[in-house]
């Protein structure tokens, strides 16, 4: 099992920045791809970005070029430093592990969510 727990979220004016960090426990998460999810009110849960066990990233149009997801697997946690934010980046931002048990069977984890409102 992989208890996930966020922190790093709050109030910020636009253009401001805030780190989310992901630490993991129970197991290490070196070998499980890692992702950043978010839901505003009223939408769906949507893939902010996401980084592979072998450092691999891959990013949502709307955060390219200001979102940077890392991880440093020394200390079983994640981090998705937030530049430029904008209103429409406020949502609840959760974290995920993706742990490929054998093929075709994966299992999900994730983290009870982090409030990031951007707003003046």
């Known amino acids: 099992q992989v208890q996930l727990v966020e922190s790093g979220g709050g109030l910020v004016q636009p253009g401001g920045s805030l780190r989310l960090s992901c630490a993991a426990s129970g197991s290490s998460i070196s070998d499980d791809a890692m992702g950043w999810y978010r839901q505003a009110p009223g939408k769906q849960r949507e893939l902010v970005a996401s980084?592979?066990?072998?450092?691999?990233?891959n990013y949502a149009d709307s955060v390219k070029g200001r979102f940077t997801v890392s991880r440093d697997n020394a200390e079983n946690t994640g981090y998705l430093q937030m530049n430029s934010l904008k209103p429409e980046d406020t949502a609840i931002y959760y974290c995920?592990?993706?742990?490929?048990?054998?093929?075709?069977?994966?299992?999900?984890?994730w983290g009870q969510g982090t409030q990031v409102t951007v707003s003046s």
């Open positions: 995920n592990a993706h742990r490929i048990m054998r093929p075709g069977v994966a299992i999900d984890y």
């Open positions: 980084t592979t066990s072998g450092g691999s990233t």
